[in-house]
């Protein structure tokens, strides 16, 4: 089942935060993160793998909490180029199993 | 550093025809997905292939539609007698191991008229 994503839709100054959260209803072993501009194809952000790991990128980083299903994707200090629409692709509950992506976010920053 | 090449980028086809997309993937990745996104929705997987053998084709419609990994060459996803309904954008990804991080490829826009 697809993984749900909210919110659907962030509106951010450049410099604020974002939080982007992905649930999901049945049990995880890894969650990834992409951001797609328009027309363009999806670019791999970070994959976390275990409960409760968080990893980071620049000003970008994840939380995996696997009890509760869910990731969040965490935005600071946002930049003119984060703007895009943001999945999160969830594999499970095996890691032989497929990528099944959310619902997105999409996430629009101005100046 | 070649990455994720398909082609064609834009493919325009009457109803009815044939559709083949060509997907290479990253140097050293031996698995290859194919996903289909229609205009402002998601990414729906579609069938997931390693050299020689198709490892879920779930979510493939099962009439019209298949795919092929070869030993040598590109990977193929190929609609017979397209529809108005298979205009889309197809995108293919790699990755080198089973459960790894995924990379696109700039995808495969079919318009069916």
């Known amino acids: 089942q697809q993984p749900v994503q909210s919110p659907q839709a962030v509106i951010l100054r450049e410099g604020e935060d974002a939080v982007i959260n992905c649930s999901s209803s049945?049990?995880?072993?890894?969650v990834h993160w992409y951001r797609q501009k328009h027309g363009e194809a999806p670019v791999f952000l970070m994959i976390?793998?275990?409960?409760?790991e968080q990893k980071g990128h620049e000003k970008i980083s994840a939380s995996f909490n696997e009890k509760k299903q869910q990731s969040s994707l965490y935005l600071t200090a946002s930049q003119l180029s984060y703007s895009g629409t943001y999945f999160c692709g969830t594999e499970g509950p095996y890691n032989t199993d497929k990528l099944i992506f959310g619902t997105g976010t999409r996430l629009q920053v101005f100046p | 550093n070649a990455g994720v090449m398909q082609n064609p980028r834009h493919l325009v086809r009457r109803r009815g025809q044939e559709a083949r997309l060509r997907c290479s993937p990253m140097?050293?990745?031996?698995?290859v997905y194919w996903y289909r996104q229609l205009p402002e929705e998601g990414l729906k997987f579609m069938v997931y292939?390693?050299?020689?053998?198709?490892?879920?084709e779930s979510g493939m419609p099962k009439e019209r539609f298949s795919a092929e990994f070869p030993k040598e060459g590109p990977s193929i996803l190929r609609i017979q007698q397209v529809v108005r309904g298979d205009s889309a954008a197809y995108f293919c990804?790699?990755?080198f191991g089973q459960g790894g991080e995924q990379y696109f490829g700039p995808g495969t826009r079919l318009t069916v008229t």
């Open positions: 049945k049990a995880l072993y890894s």
């Open positions: 292939l390693q050299k020689e053998n198709i490892i879920d």
């Open positions: 140097k050293g990745h031996s698995h």
């Open positions: 976390l793998l275990k409960g409760g």
């Open positions: 990804a790699s990755s």
